[in-house]
């Protein structure tokens, strides 16, 4: 069976610090792989996604980026954080449209940034 | 930015009531989505429609979908005190891989 890991699970940081979240996905091969931020009160936000090793698409200009090193490891990154930073970040992946004909997501447990 | 609005933000019901919660959103949909979030915790997908359908069930979940008015409603019938959650809708409106759209939610309280 297939299970996301997400860490770390909380993440407590002074503004101009780097930030690394990262998460992998075992048990499926190509996932599309997903970061949301959700801050408090909030609906998701998608900040990236990606399709394949290397491929990176931004869906906000911001202060973070991400990388995809491998096929199922995904890691989101700041080199200065802000405060604005804060919030719960969300890694989710699917099996893509082909397969199910429907992307639905799977998501981890999330880590808890908060940025002072 | 923001495609599904979930109405109410919160709802607080008894043990064994009812529980519905709309959903609009405002662009053409391949499918609509809910998932329920515990606090402090990730999403769990429920229940999927798609743009053809105009409801679904799974177990004590009902989900109606109406796209000339652009509004889904999600339905827990005889709610339980572990149904306390939060509850969004998400959009799917590219058909690609480039993620969904969620709301803000709904807060769900069940007083037992």
């Known amino acids: 069976s297939q299970t996301i890991h997400q860490w770390p699970a909380t993440l407590v940081q002074p503004v101009g610090s780097p930030l690394s979240l990262e998460c992998t996905v075992e048990?499926?091969?190509?996932?599309?792989l997903y970061w949301y931020r959700q801050a408090a009160g909030r609906g998701l936000q998608l900040l990236f996604y990606?399709?394949?090793?290397?491929?990176i698409s931004s869906e906000v200009p911001q202060n973070l980026s991400a990388s995809r090193p491998q096929d199922r490891q995904f890691i989101l990154s700041s080199k200065k954080l802000l405060l604005s930073d804060s919030g719960f970040y969300l890694c989710?992946?699917?099996?893509?449209?082909?397969?199910?004909?429907?992307?639905?997501?799977?998501f981890g447990a999330g880590s808890r940034l908060t940025v002072l | 930015s923001q495609q599904g609005e979930e109405d109410p933000q919160a709802l607080s019901i008894q043990e064994g009531e009812n529980a519905t919660m709309n959903c609009s959103y405002k662009?053409?949909?391949?499918?609509l989505q809910w998932y329920r979030q515990n606090s402090g915790r990730g999403l769990v997908h429920l229940i999927l429609?798609?743009?053809?359908?105009r409801e679904k069930h799974s177990g004590r979940l009902r989900v109606t979908l109406d796209t000339s008015k652009k509004s889904s409603s999600l339905l827990i019938t005889a709610s339980r005190a572990a149904d306390t959650a939060s509850y969004f809708c998400?959009?799917?409106?590219?058909?690609?891989?480039?993620?969904?759209?969620f709301g803000k939610g709904t807060h769900l309280i069940i007083q037992p």
């Open positions: 429609i798609r743009s053809n359908e």
């Open positions: 998400a959009t799917d409106s590219g058909g690609g891989a480039d993620g969904l759209t």
């Open positions: 990606s399709v394949g090793i290397g491929q």
């Open positions: 662009t053409s949909i391949n499918n």
């Open positions: 989710a992946w699917s099996i893509g449209l082909l397969t199910s004909g429907a992307n639905v997501l799977t």
């Open positions: 048990g499926t091969s190509n996932p599309n």
